[in-house]
């Protein structure tokens, strides 16, 4: 069965064409629901049921697109929105899809617009077929920033459906991806009392409290990275990054108020809120001592760690079907989400995440067909 690349680019172009930012800063969020609406249609008219689902923010949308009916069959997931870019920083226009070397450019064209096309073109042979379970296309809002699209799939589920396999297409060079860490973004303020640097008992220094802070967390880090190790991964520990401190107004007054933000990522098997409750737990004393007061807030919710089973059918079909064995990667994406569904979950998509979040992004057209052909024979498997 033949790819038709000239349909596959022109649904491409399309969906470049169409900005759909997320981002956690006011000034570059923008609604997706042109791409959902583009692609809610696309789907409608290959004969799939769709319903487009809004959510709380305005101007976003879920779209659930499903071929066929009952119990099980396979989710083919993307997300609908890309970051934020620098049009300044590009060779071509961001927004105006460029075929040049035998790769495809444009913003979002790997990461990851570049895989519903696929899924368009992997479907098509199967339309006049009765599916035995059902194929459910998802498209969702605000990976790029909250996940909030993927968390409202997880509480609502899918309606109509229970599927039992799902695939996320997020650019992986075709390489299955059963497990990546977790990540939390989090920030602790310490609220002390200014005061005249001439007489530390004026005041109570927060800038002294976090430095207190900051060792108890880079000692809370040397437990983990003893306690944790999953030689899966090319950074086998939990890390935890101390990113960026604000706090005090002059050398000659004591610091009133200071705040830490850090990032942690966790493998698999590991908590998220069970780690925000050690922190907690570990920032009272410091409080006590210091007369301080201490908060730990969440710069986001998190994404918890992600981990399916290397003997699961999933991911044993995704090896076979591509030749490549199954890994892990740093990044985060929402297959957990798709998990709490209770959906044996597989990351796996043409392009590279090398590409991703940079200028002059691009999808070479040679990883095409062969996401076209291990899609069909996914298809086959699990819904035919």
């Not at 997320?22 to 969020?29: G, Q, T």
């Not at 993307?78 to 970051?83: E, F, L």
Request: net charge negative; glycine share 8%.
């Amino acid at each position: 069965m033949s790819v038709d690349f000239k349909h596959y680019q022109h649904h491409l172009q399309q969906l470049v064409a169409l900005p759909s930012v997320s981002c956690a800063v006011p000034e570059w969020d923008m609604s997706n629901r042109a791409v959902i609406d583009y692609l809610a249609n696309c789907f409608a008219d290959l004969g799939f049921n769709t319903k487009v689902m809004p959510l709380e923010q305005t101007d976003k949308a879920n779209l659930i697109a499903t071929l066929g009916s009952g119990d099980g069959g396979l989710v083919l997931a993307g997300h609908s929105d890309t970051v934020p870019y620098d049009a300044n920083r590009w060779q071509t226009d961001p927004f105006i899809l460029t075929e040049k070397d035998g790769k495809l450019y444009g913003l979002g064209a790997t990461d990851m617009k570049g895989f519903f096309p696929v899924i368009i073109e992997a479907v098509k042979p199967y339309l006049s077929h009765t599916f035995r379970h059902p194929l459910v296309v998802l498209a969702t809002a605000d990976e790029e920033s909250s996940m909030s699209g993927a968390r409202a799939l997880a509480r609502t589920g899918i309606p109509g459906a229970t599927p039992r396999y799902a695939v996320i297409g997020e650019p992986t060079n075709l390489v299955p991806i059963r497990a990546h860490k977790g990540i939390m973004m989090e920030a602790i303020r310490v609220q002390g009392h200014s005061g005249h640097s001439s007489n530390p008992a004026l005041g109570k220094n927060a800038l002294e409290a976090m430095n207190l802070v900051m060792t108890e967390l880079m000692q809370l880090r040397g437990e983990l990275q003893l306690k944790y190790r999953d030689p899966a991964f090319a950074v086998q520990t939990p890390t935890l990054n101390l990113g960026c401190i604000h706090g005090g107004d002059g050398a000659n007054r004591i610091c009133g108020s200071c705040e830490l933000h850090f990032d942690l990522r966790l493998l698999p098997g590991m908590d998220n809120d069970e780690l925000r409750s050690i922190i907690r737990q570990r920032l009272r004393p410091i409080a006590e001592r210091s007369g301080t007061d201490i908060i730990l807030s969440s710069l986001f919710e998190g994404v918890d760690p992600f981990g399916e089973d290397e003997q699961s059918e999933l991911v044993k079909a995704c090896e076979q079907l591509t030749g490549n064995h199954s890994d892990s990667v740093a990044f985060a994406t929402e297959a957990p989400f798709m998990q709490q569904l209770g959906m044996q979950t597989l990351v796996l998509g043409p392009g590279s995440i090398d590409q991703a979040h940079q200028p002059d992004e691009f999808i070479p057209l040679s990883q095409i067909a062969p996401a076209v052909n291990v899609l069909r024979k996914l298809i086959e498997k699990f819904c035919l």
